[in-house]
């Protein structure tokens, strides 16, 4: 019943921005802590970003300084701004979410988004 949608990826040329989100909806009473990952092809998955339930944020090195992530007041929206966007952003990346709270039935477990593409030309 937890539903991920990651949005507003795209194609950009090196340099530019993108603001990808991560909606999830579909389970009342439930906060969510939200992760960002990105996967290239042939490579890992990778953590990009993430905030926890206490708000703090973090970054994976390559992209700190440039990327923010932020999170709405419902705990349930994602958002990354993606600045001085390099091609070695070009990634799929994914919204992971583990929902938490008193009264959300679904605390404790992961929920993985499809995806928005990310490509960055020179």
């Known amino acids: 019943q937890v539903q991920v949608m990651e949005s507003g990826g795209g194609s950009v040329q090196a340099g530019g921005s993108l603001r990808l989100s991560c909606a999830a909806s579909?389970?009342?009473?439930?906060?969510?802590?939200m992760t960002w990952y990105r996967q290239a092809p042939g490579k890992e998955r990778e953590f990009v970003s993430g905030?926890?339930?206490?708000?703090?944020?973090s970054y994976a090195d390559s992209v700190k300084g440039r990327f923010a992530a932020s999170q709405d007041n419902a705990k349930s929206t994602l958002y990354l701004q993606m600045n001085s966007l390099k091609p070695e952003d070009t990634a799929m990346y994914y919204c992971?979410?583990?929902?938490?709270?008193?009264?959300?039935?679904?605390?404790?477990?992961?929920?993985w988004g499809k995806g928005t593409l990310v490509t960055i030309s020179s």
């Open positions: 992971k979410t583990r929902p938490y709270g008193g009264f959300c039935d679904y605390r404790g477990m992961d929920y």
């Open positions: 579909g389970v009342p009473y439930c906060s969510y802590v």
């Open positions: 905030i926890g339930s206490d708000g703090r944020t």
